[in-house]
């Protein structure tokens, strides 16, 4: 079973950076995608970025231009680089793979991102 450890979330002022970062309990074999998703109070949990194997990215809307996703695929590890924060940004980032095409979800315990000033 892998289990996926986050860390980078804390609080930052608006227009300040943070970066996330989650790593799998394993190495050693290749994880298909890798990504982020984030929960605000009483709403959805909303794609934030994904990252392939061969990677292929996807971003949401909201944070293109500001949010690069990169992974060490070596060490399966996954980062998030956050720029330009906004106070709209503040949530649960949760950590999300798939091993392999089509897989079910694996979530990490999710770390908190707080934008305000």
């Known amino acids: 079973q892998v289990q996926l450890v986050e860390s980078g979330g804390g609080l930052v002022q608006p227009g300040g950076s943070l970066r996330l970062s989650c790593a799998a309990s394993r190495s050693g074999f290749s994880i298909y995608a890798m990504g982020w998703y984030r929960q605000a109070p009483r709403k959805q949990r909303e794609l934030v970025a994904t990252l392939t194997s061969g990677g292929s990215t996807n971003y949401a809307d909201s944070v293109k231009g500001r949010f690069t996703i990169s992974r060490d695929n070596a060490k399966n590890t996954v980062f998030l680089q956050m720029n330009s924060l906004k106070p709209e940004d503040t949530a649960v980032y949760y950590c999300?793979?798939?091993?392999?095409?089509?897989?079910?979800?694996?979530w990490g315990q999710g770390t908190q991102v707080t934008v305000s000033s």
């Open positions: 999300n793979v798939q091993l392999y095409s089509g897989s079910a979800y694996i």
